[in-house]
């Protein structure tokens, strides 16, 4: 199963940036957002049921990144609202058959190649 993250850039601090992560293949439990930024371990953003329930956040982007999926074509959003500098990572979508509600990467088995989301001050 592939997947196929997009709409990373270069944006001013305070702005927004959706990406997209296209899921298509077999049905999956569950599906999230993580990031490495430079020089730190890739860490858990966010993460939903396939179905769009259990939503749940990192603290550091809760209130301002909303995880959402278009039913109809099988894609993951991630709206990344109010950027910061330290927002700045490689963002990649990551998606699991027989999730059980874990945040971390080992609870994942596909994951997308990744996009670069740079916040400039």
């Known amino acids: 199963v592939q997947l196929q993250a997009s709409g990373g850039g270069l944006v001013q601090a305070g702005g927004s940036l959706r990406l997209s992560c296209d899921a298509s293949?077999?049905?999956?439990?569950?599906v999230g957002w993580f990031r490495r930024a430079p020089g730190k371990q890739r860490e858990f953003v966010a993460v939903?049921?396939?179905?769009?329930?259990?939503?749940r956040y990192a603290d550091s982007v809760k209130g301002r990144f909303t995880i959402s999926r278009d039913n109809l074509n099988n894609t993951v959003y991630l709206q990344m609202n109010n950027l910061k500098p330290e927002d700045t990572a490689v963002y990649y979508c990551a998606a699991s058959v027989s999730w059980y509600g874990g945040i971390k990467e080992v609870d994942f088995g596909s994951w997308g190649q990744g996009t670069q989301v740079t916040v400039s001050s």
């Open positions: 939903m049921t396939w179905r769009g329930s259990g939503k």
């Open positions: 293949g077999r049905p999956f439990g569950g």
